[in-house]
């Protein structure tokens, strides 16, 4: 809990604790998904979401913004995990589903459905029929960031939400494929929180980057998959390529258990 909170007092939305008081409370993902969706903790962040949502870009005038935390995208037993940056400020601060409404997502989700994981290549809103398979996407950091950069202090406040989230994801998580350095810098002090040994020197990113964590009492052996993020910058320079993303999100698949199918029609 934070300093300033006078003992014995339950952190509200607003309050700095609020994520580390609530998120190990959460008995399953629908109620942590809830409460990530209250959290006001980080008041630069509430600012700017809001702000983007009341302003909005020219193209989205028509659209009522999300203009709030985004929550994780995904089946609750999910054997894979996609940990990205944060959302962006007119994709899923738009639309409120994660990776939902930019070019970002629109590259991973064809990737996705390349591998057998999206039942559809395109994700445009909330309600467009897309359902994941055995993959759940969530980001380190759930609201839209100035320049797509939190501070260290917003990444470490918003930490517990996603301590937890991989927490109820339980013993059936075998793969978490991270998409960038930020996610992997992010996702290693987490994995540690969750009971997962990390190994010295830490593991160090990069694209193809495969880390074994060993089983233990809090789950079954973890693969740490790398890849480069996704946006434009890396895909428009070829940095990041299709075939490079899908060979990760199938390697993935099939150490989770899932395993390449042929995408729905």
Not at 66 to 91: I, K, M, N, T
Not at 121 to 132: F, K, Q, R
Not at 139 to 146: E, T
Request: hydrophobic share 40%; charged share 20%.
């Amino acid at each position: 809990m934070d300093e300033t909170e006078p003992p014995g007092r339950v952190p509200g939305p607003d309050d700095a604790g609020f994520p580390a008081h609530h998120a190990p409370r959460c008995a399953g993902i629908a109620e942590l998904d809830d409460l990530v969706t209250r959290c006001r903790a980080c008041p630069r962040l509430v600012a700017w979401r809001e702000e983007v949502a009341a302003v909005k870009r020219a193209a989205f005038q028509e659209w009522d913004y999300w203009g709030r935390p985004v929550p994780g995208f995904g089946p609750p037993d999910a054997s894979v995990a996609v940990v990205g940056l944060a959302p962006a400020a007119h994709g899923g601060n738009r639309t409120g589903r994660m990776f939902t409404g930019d070019a970002t997502g629109d590259f991973l989700f064809r990737a996705l459905h390349e591998v057998g994981l999206a039942s559809q290549p395109t994700s445009a809103h909330a309600d467009d029929g897309l359902v994941l398979r055995g993959v759940r996407l969530t980001s380190p950091v759930h609201c839209a960031p100035p320049a797509n950069k939190p501070t260290p202090r917003e990444r470490d406040t918003c930490r517990a939400w996603l301590t937890r989230e991989l927490t109820l994801l339980g013993p059936g998580l075998r793969a978490i494929v991270v998409l960038g350095a930020f996610g992997w810098q992010a996702l290693l002090p987490v994995l540690a929180e969750c009971g997962r040994p990390l190994p010295r020197p830490r593991p160090v990113f990069g694209h193809g980057a495969h880390v074994v964590l060993p089983a233990t009492e809090h789950g079954q052996e973890l693969h740490l998959l790398g890849s480069y993020h996704p946006s434009q910058r890396n895909t428009f320079t070829g940095r990041l390529t299709m075939p490079m993303l899908t060979d990760v999100l199938r390697e993935a698949a099939v150490l989770g258990g899932i395993g390449p199918v042929a995408p729905e029609e």
